[in-house]
């Protein structure tokens, strides 16, 4: 029973941290541009084909890092140029633009490789003991990578001279932009760095996912659920998010059912929308 | 004066109404007339979850139309297909069957998609044409009029637990399934196999359909509770998942495993590195070493080339309902409900798993017990004449 308790934990961490990893970019781009990217899921699917393609290339599994950045960051650079300036940053419009641009890329990647599952395979076989428990090697890397990673963004955001110019850009675009700083080139940055993360956490996720054009739509559920109930533009927010989203589905679905958890979790964000809409660590 | 306009207008409204029975008339009597060609409307999966089999359904029915074209149609006539998305939500694919109906003047229908659309279709249907409906799925519907080609639990179970349960460690079952009508149905009738073979049933889990589910906790409860066989009725990418989620957690060696719906594109999705010890119950694989398979898979490589879209058994049943159609017509000489019903039932026709014989409105066919090897079916017992326990009169 105890070693039952063990492996639960860390799935409970697993999914929690997993979320975490794909509502970062998201996150971003909404919390910080107030730009809800409906497409995020079809940049983690792009990524995700992109390890497919590295993999078929034979090449190391961690060359798709790299290439997946740059494929998603790429593809971010155009859509921020021709849709989301365009659009002036307006939430309502490019939240429309983006659906559209999702349909776009999942058909563009159907037709490039078909409605098929492809499977890419786990790059780190085999398990590790932890605790007295063996638990697959993946997923601890990469519950690790995703702690590093996103510490590493927490100080970022907080230290880094640029984290401080996106919070002034964020808190008074005006303002910001009187005191010198490039705001359009700042919006834009944040915009592809969020898809080119996202591409990225396609890469940790391939392996343990089906790969086909339409994964990105299930993927993305939670992450929106995370958002609404942590709340948009905190880095609270968003560990809190992941943290219920992912803690309570994963614990109900252990200890309850999986069904009873996902209609919980339904629950607590219709909750959310209608009595907090602005979630628990909203942006001030 | 006043009367007597009254009067022409009723007479104008009659001469319209007679006029317009005669300029419809053609239409409502077209049917009768055997030079036209026989519309047949096909439902498939052109978009929504199953939208990955859209392609080989197609061609699967545009190869069956041709095959029975060759031989000279249906009652005389030449069949020409009307294809329709069954990927909407049921409401919507019944519109499309009305449509069909009313302005595309099908006089058959032959659909591949969930139960939740065959029982819309059916509704709007009302049995006034024939409707024969393709895929695996759970029974239990004896609508007028409606014809299933398609394999039944008990079909993929009641001979083939005994033989799998050869490879097993034990006679313990740990079901994982999918949270709607089929899962739950396939598991009811597997309950009472097992209790046959005297095997227990330790646990069952089920995941909402179509969320997006992660099944690190069932694992981990196989994990702790070592069944000897997960039974599983889980589909599309929740199949995938699980199975690879199961592999990675080390217990493929150990525990064996029989999908209920595993074809050969979920094959491609879990992958080599997941798929040892699993096991798939079905009534056709693209690979099996029939003749009649490796004629049929041959024509269809040869007209699409390397573009053929994988062949399974939920697009393959499209094929087998215009032979289907054809046997039964040459006997019964019409599509009306009487007739056709008669002529149905006993009738034997011959598919690309083998022969198939309907036997209340549902077929006794050939069921193969396969192992994956890598992402390849390697059957490893076939069991012959498989009669279902429908009674639909």
């Known amino acids: 029973m105890e070693s039952l308790l063990i492996t639960q934990a860390l799935n409970v961490a697993y999914e929690v941290l997993i979320l975490a990893v794909l509502v970062l970019g998201l996150a971003v781009v909404m919390g910080l541009l107030n730009v809800l990217n409906i497409a995020h899921g079809e940049f983690v699917m792009m990524g995700a084909y992109a390890a497919y393609v590295v993999q078929k290339a034979g090449l190391p599994y961690l060359v798709a890092v790299p290439a997946a950045a740059v494929v998603c960051g790429l593809v971010g650079l155009v859509v921020e140029r021709f849709l989301i300036r365009p659009l002036r940053y307006d939430p309502f419009e490019t939240l429309l633009a983006t659906w559209g641009l999702g349909l776009l890329l999942r058909k563009l990647v159907e037709l490039g490789f078909g409605r098929g599952y492809r499977s890419v395979e786990i790059p780190i076989g085999g398990s590790l003991r932890i605790l007295g428990e063996s638990y697959p090697a993946y997923r ?28 002034a850009m964020v808190g008074n675009p005006a303002l910001a932009e009187a005191v010198g700083i490039r705001t359009r080139k700042l919006a834009r940055n944040t915009f592809v760095a969020g898809t080119a993360w996202a591409g990225v956490a396609g890469v940790m996720i391939a392996p343990l996912t089906p790969v086909e054009p339409f994964m990105g739509l299930t993927l993305i559920v939670n992450s929106f659920f995370a958002l609404v109930v942590g709340g948009m533009g905190t880095v609270t927010g968003l560990f809190a998010g992941a ?16 069904t009873s958890a996902y209609l919980a979790m339904l629950l607590l964000s219709i909750l959310f929308l209608w009595q907090r809409p602005r979630g628990l660590f909203p942006r001030p | 004066m006043l009367i007597s306009i009254k009067t022409t207008r009723r007479d104008l409204l009659r001469a319209t109404g007679v006029g317009a029975l005669a300029i419809c008339a053609p239409a409502i ?46 009652l005389g006539r030449q069949v020409e297909i009307v294809f329709a998305d069954a990927g909407a939500p049921p409401a919507e694919v019944s519109k499309s069957a009305v449509k069909l109906m009313l302005s595309d003047k099908i006089e058959m229908l032959i659909g591949s998609h969930d139960s939740a659309v065959r029982q819309g279709v059916e509704n709007v249907l009302k049995g006034k044409i024939p409707y024969v409906y393709t895929p695996v799925f759970e029974g239990d519907d004896c609508s007028p009029n409606v014809y299933m080609l398609g394999e039944l639990p008990e079909q993929q179970l009641q001979k083939t637990l005994p033989k799998l349960l050869e490879f097993a460690k034990g006679k313990t079952f740990y079901f994982v399934g999918d949270d709607y009508v089929w899962a739950r149905t396939t598991n009811e009738k597997a309950k009472k196999y097992i209790a046959a073979l005297g095997g227990t049933v330790v646990a069952e889990d089920y995941y909402p359909f179509g969320a997006p589910n992660k ?126 019903a008669a002529a149905a039932e006993g009738i034997t026709f011959d598919t690309p798993s083998g022969p198939m014989t309907m036997k209340n409105r549902h077929t006794t066919k050939n069921i193969f017990l396969s192992r994956c090897d890598g992402t390849k079916f390697t059957v490893v017992d076939t069991f012959t004449g498989v009669p279902t326990q429908q009674s639909c009169s």
């Open chain 1, 243 to 258: 943290g219920i989203i992912g803690g309570l589905q994963s614990v109900l679905s252990a200890a309850v059912s999986p």
């Open chain 2, 215 to 340: 099944f690190e906790s069932s694992v981990t409860k196989i994990k702790s509770v070592k069944p000897a066989v997960v039974l599983q009725t889980l589909v599309g990418g929740d199949n995938v998942n699980f199975n690879r989620t199961f592999a990675d957690f080390n217990l493929s060696d150990d525990i064996i495993r029989l999908s209920c719906l595993l074809e050969e594109n979920t094959l491609m999705g879990i992958g080599k590195d997941a798929s040892k010890n699993l096991y798939s119950s079905l009534g056709y694989f693209a690979d099996i070493e029939l003749p009649q398979n490796k004629a049929f898979i041959g024509e269809l490589n040869k007209k699409y080339g390397d573009k053929a879209p994988q062949q399974c058994t939920i697009s393959k049943g499209l094929y087998d309902a215009f032979v289907f159609t054809a046997a039964v017509t040459a006997k019964s000489k019409s599509l009306d409900a009487k007739p056709f």
């Open chain 1, 140 to 167: 601890l890397v990469l519950m690790a990578i995703a702690v590093v990673v996103l510490a590493a963004l927490f100080v970022w955001y907080v230290r880094a001279p640029t984290g401080a110019r996106i919070r």
């Open chain 2, 29 to 74: 009597l077209r049917p009768a007339k055997a030079a036209d060609a026989l519309k047949i409307g096909v439902l498939v999966a052109d978009s929504g979850p199953a939208a990955l089999f859209g392609p080989a359904q197609r061609a699967a029915a545009e190869f069956g139309a041709a095959t029975v074209n060759a031989k000279g149609g249906i």
